[in-house]
């Protein structure tokens, strides 16, 4: 549109000055501040090394203990530019927990899901107890806790466990949607230990749906998702991903909480995959092996333990050390497919490698 044509430079002026006393702004003047022509990513690709942040965790084990007070025993990883929302992406949190021998952590449920992936277990009576059900966490589990049911954690055993925490609270807490309530003689009645995956299963009577919950209770194994990664075979090997599997929710088949998407994914030894951007954050955690992740030309060397973020739009590449290499991840991927706002970009040049510019923190 043609501007100030009738008008003059000083009435223009005017007219703007005008406008701003009206809380009214032209959009000729700030369409590019916000239209932006590609995502405006307002934070850094960042690394936690396991060996560093684990000793920190373990500091707190002999000062806080998870009771009302504490509530929890865990530690958030804050990407520095994300400091006011204390999480590794703008949509995603994640924390280091730890649950000593023979403690529990109490019930209380809140608005934001989560999801906990058994990073350090020795197996046995250690769980989360979601909407009464006792849910095991043997290394590498993934256990559901979606919004709104109760939870708690008790580890019966003699060994300490330590498990990856990974909430949605920063999406919730843009949608201003936050809420919280302890368990205080509230809880769900107890449902049988095996409740949510025997009955869920893959089959059902038509009838037979137990779940007045939107989403069930489900505690997804190790040995069934390493199994299944293996299955695979080389036709499911993807040059962006190497073989990768979702955990879906086996009542609708859809991502594993409405908000994120966890996956695991194998690297074969020496696998390098393509790069890759896309309109969706994701959080990593190192499930075993040895590996690099080169995020917009810098390199983060990942090794088992570690976490790492690949903020939206962002190019980003895969490659696992000699050996095999697994990584587990969430993204919120749903949301964006959701909002039919899911793009995504394969890097082209140079057989889809990037230029690598530097090492994090080298
Ligand atoms: O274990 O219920 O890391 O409510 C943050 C908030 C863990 C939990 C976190 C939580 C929990
Ligand atoms: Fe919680």
């Known amino acids: 549109m043609a501007c100030a044509t009738n008008a003059s430079a000083d009435s223009l002026e005017r007219l703007h000055e005008d406008l701003e006393a009206a809380n009214m702004a032209p959009t000729w003047k700030y369409i590019s501040s916000f239209i932006s022509k590609s995502p405006r990513v307002g934070y850094r690709p960042w690394l936690w090394k396991w060996d560093e942040v684990i000793p920190l965790l373990m500091r707190s084990g002999e000062l806080i203990t998870p009771d009302r007070g504490a ?133 059902r009577p038509p009838k037979d749906f137990p779940y007045p919950e939107a989403h069930p209770v489900l505690r997804y194994p190790w040995t069934q998702m390493r199994e299944a990664l293996h299955s695979m075979g080389r036709e499911a090997e993807d040059r962006h991903e190497g073989v990768l599997l979702e955990y879906v929710n086996p009542l609708t088949s859809g991502p594993t909480l409405p908000t994120l998407s966890c996956r695991a994914q194998l690297l074969r030894g020496g696998m390098r995959t393509a790069a890759r951007r896309s309109t969706s954050s994701t959080v990593y955690f190192v499930i075993g092996g040895e590996g690099a992740t080169v995020i917009d030309g810098v390199t983060f060397p990942w090794a088992r333990g570690d976490v790492f973020v690949v903020p939206p739009w962002s190019w980003h590449e895969h490659a696992a050390g000699s050996g095999e290499a697994y990584l587990f991840s969430a993204t919120d991927k749903p949301v964006m497919q959701a909002l039919g706002l899911f793009r995504s970009e394969s890097f082209e040049e140079n057989g889809g490698h990037q230029a690598v510019l530097s090492s994090f923190r080298a």
């Open 71 to 203: 509530e929890r025993r865990s530690m958030e990883h804050v990407n520095p530019d994300l400091g006011f929302s204390y999480s590794a992406s703008h949509t995603i949190a994640t924390a280091f927990q730890l649950v000593r021998a023979g403690e529990r952590a109490p019930a209380h449920r809140h608005a934001a899901g989560a999801i906990r992936f058994a990073a350090r277990s020795h197996g046995g009576a250690v769980y989360t107890k979601v909407q009464g059900e006792r849910l095991m966490m043997e290394e590498n589990d993934l256990l559901l806790t979606p919004s709104g049911m109760w939870h708690e954690h008790a580890n019966e055993t003699a060994h300490d466990i330590v498990w990856l925490d990974v909430l949605d609270f920063p999406l919730v807490n843009l949608l201003q949607a936050s809420m919280f309530q302890p368990g205080e003689g509230q809880v769900a009645p107890d449902r049988p230990d095996g409740f949510s995956n025997e009955r869920l299963g893959l089959f």
